[in-house]
């Protein structure tokens, strides 16, 4: 059968290392990798499975995985990408079909991200039930890379250092307005506010499900007269503030918006004003986003390369100030989520259904993957209308994260 000829000859070019048993729909049985670990073992279904793998691997994997048509029977689905990935990276030029793949994803057109279509697709992902994000996220439901500065940290005070990074390179100063782009479930909002002493923030969300617990959870702070959720396209956003974030918020824009993006931030910023834009990227060449991510997960997404965002910040009339690669940092936080997630899969099951169980342990399989395998990294990137208002050296940001440090602490003893 031809597409048992197929898979045969790119499992044999992509695991080297580690062990490979398949299963498939006709009966036989191969083996492919050095004999170690990690042990997987896969069956098909249906010829007609094994055929969509060879034609479009980037989008069938996950989709036959989450139908049952995959069947894992030793292993995981991240192991199986880990063998997959891990000596190829993803560059598969050498297997089957691979022109055809190409192809595809350059014909695929990247449609502008407008306001209605934003809202759509931030909907599709981050209203979901409440509950199932508070089964495998920190309690402050920090939902983007957290930052691990010290080999042994919980995910808990990795995403209390990313937020403290974040604010000590906004360089807050006491009374500051803050507008925070995409501001989630009002985390790095209230942190601005109540450690670094912003008087004024301002979070804009196209989220429903997580304005409603921003604007609760600043109530139960007593933040109201200072922090500020507002269900918001930022484009609609009046003003001018001293500070600008935006984490996590990017990587929805698309490249056609980002010139109506970097515009509008550097209308939005005062003159002496600065921003920090936290966003998945890839160090690699440009590639359309993997099409099993976008159609289920997050549809209209793109993760950007600096060479697809510079030029638009350049005619946006915004100084670059810094850059920061945050590269393993992503994968670490995604190990975290995945296992969390799994140690509660009964409960995510009575919320949804068995598919949507495995459509979610693929999305975050395939996002570790990807950052610990291929080139998905985080850039922060601190912008400035002119290129005097950051300090000349780097000293500051350790300076500033140990004085959040003291502040956090008296925070904490303040409401023990």
């Known amino acids: 059968m031809l597409s048992e000829k197929l898979l045969a000859t790119a499992f044999t070019r992509a695991v080297k290392r580690g062990t490979l048993e398949m299963m498939t729909a006709g009966g036989s049985h191969m083996t492919f990798g050095d004999g170690g670990e990690p042990r997987v073992a896969i069956r098909f279904t249906d010829p007609a ?10 989008l069938k994997l996950g989709e036959l995985f989450m139908e049952g048509r995959l069947v894992i029977e030793k292993g995981t689905i991240y192991d199986l990408l880990q063998l997959l990935l891990q000596d190829t990276h993803g560059e598969l030029d050498e297997l089957p079909f691979h022109r055809l793949r190409k192809i595809r994803a350059w014909m695929k057109r990247r449609s502008e991200n407008d306001a209605v279509k934003s809202k759509r697709n931030v909907a599709h992902h981050y209203d979901l039930d409440g509950r199932l994000y508070a089964l495998f996220l ?46 989630g479930w009002g985390g790095m909002g209230l942190y601005l506010a109540q450690i670094a002493g912003a008087g004024a923030v301002r979070g804009v969300t196209l989220s429903e499900e997580q304005l409603d617990v921003s604007r609760k959870r600043a109530a139960a702070a007593g933040l109201l007269g200072r922090v500020h959720f507002e269900l918001e396209d930022y484009r609609e956003t009046k003003g001018t503030f001293d500070r600008i974030v935006s984490v996590g918020m990017f990587e929805h824009v698309g490249p056609p918006s980002y010139e109506d993006y970097f515009r509008t931030c550097r209308q939005l910023l005062k003159e002496d004003g600065v921003m ?7 160090s690699g060449p440009p590639y359309p986003t993997n099409p099993w991510i976008t159609k289920y997960i997050f549809p209209g997404g793109h993760l950007p390369i600096l060479s697809e965002i510079m030029p638009s910040v350049e005619r946006a009339g915004l100084v670059v100030t810094d850059v ?17 997630f799994m140690a509660h899969r009964e409960e995510v099951l009575r919320l949804y259904d068995e598919r949507f169980c495995r459509m979610w342990e693929c999305y ?8 610990r395998f291929q080139d ?33 602490e008296t925070e904490m003893k303040q409401t023990a």
């Open 138 to 183: 920190d309690s402050d439901r920090q939902y983007s890379c957290a930052y691990f500065d010290h080999p042994d940290a919980s995910l808990e005070e990795a995403q209390l250092a990313k937020k403290r990074h974040i604010a000590a390179k906004l360089l807050v100063e006491q009374g500051q307005s803050v507008l925070d782009i995409g501001s």
């Open 364 to 371: 975050l399989a395939m996002s570790e993957s990807a950052f």
């Open 49 to 58: 499975a094994q055929m969509a793998l060879c034609l479009h691997p980037e």
């Open 376 to 408: 998905a990294v985080v850039f922060q990137i601190q912008l400035a209308r002119r290129n005097d208002v950051v300090p000349l050296t780097r000293n500051y940001i350790a300076e500033r994260e140990a004085a959040l440090r003291m502040a956090e």
């Open 276 to 282: 920090l834009l936290h966003t998945i990227g890839r």
């Open 324 to 340: 920061e690669v945050l590269r393993l940092h992503y994968a670490l936080t995604l190990k975290a989520w995945r296992e969390r």
